[in-house]
């Protein structure tokens, strides 16, 4: 078992920016694939960003060029590091690592973004 720990929200004016966290209890090099998803009020869950072991990061079209995803294995941590948020950036963020055979969940960081 792996417990993600998300952290790093908070509320914010449109235009400043916040960087949340995730931190995994074990050695998350062996997660293939870590994604950040977030679910605004009312609506479903959405793909943020993903930073792929094997292949390129990936963005949700909304949010290219404002946020990036990066990692680093010694502190077993990624970061969504996101730049002049917007009030449609309002939502719980969550974390997750895969692999083919395990899925982690964080338990969600609150971004509130006021105009």
């Known amino acids: 078992q792996v417990q993600l720990l998300a952290s790093g929200g908070g509320l914010v004016l449109a235009g400043e920016s916040l960087t949340l966290s995730c931190e995994a209890s074990?050695?998350?090099?062996?997660?293939?694939?870590r994604r950040w998803y977030r679910r605004a009020p009312g609506k479903e869950r959405e793909f943020v960003a993903k930073f792929f072991n094997h292949g390129p990061t990936t963005y949700t079209d909304s949010v290219k060029g404002r946020f990036t995803i990066s990692k680093d294995d010694v502190l077993n941590t990624v970061y969504l590091q996101m730049d002049n948020l917007q009030p449609n950036d309002t939502a719980v963020y969550y974390c997750?690592?895969?692999?083919?055979?395990?899925?982690?969940w964080g338990q969600g960081t609150q971004v509130t973004v006021s105009s």
């Open positions: 074990r050695s998350a090099f062996r997660f293939a694939a």
């Open positions: 997750n690592f895969r692999t083919v055979s395990e899925s982690y």
